[in-house]
């Protein structure tokens, strides 16, 4: 159930990604550090919006990983503690 949800959250979200690709068409100039690019207002949003979820992904896994790791250390002392008692 959960797998259909996120499914359709995504699909949701990629249909408005295409809407809003198809009403932002004009071109834009962007400036790196070290170039400057003439680049469609859709590419744009797509390139920054792809960025921010990479971005939330590794967070968000950084910060399971930190959770998980908490969970056992406190499962390992309190199995110490045990075998002690």
């Given at each position: 159930m959960k797998a259909i949800?996120?499914?359709?959250?995504a699909v949701m979200v990629f249909i408005i990604a295409l809407a809003l690709g198809a009403q932002n068409d004009q071109l834009v100039s962007v400036n790196y550090l070290i170039?400057?690019?003439?680049l469609?207002?859709?590419s744009l949003m797509a390139v920054c919006f792809f960025f921010g979820v990479i971005v939330?992904?590794?967070f968000s896994t950084l910060?399971?990983?930190r959770s998980k790791w908490k969970a056992l250390r406190q499962s390992h002392k309190t199995s110490?503690?045990?075998k002690d008692s």
């Open positions: 949800l996120t499914l359709l959250i170039a400057q690019s003439e469609r207002l859709s939330m992904a590794v910060l399971a990983m110490h503690a045990d």
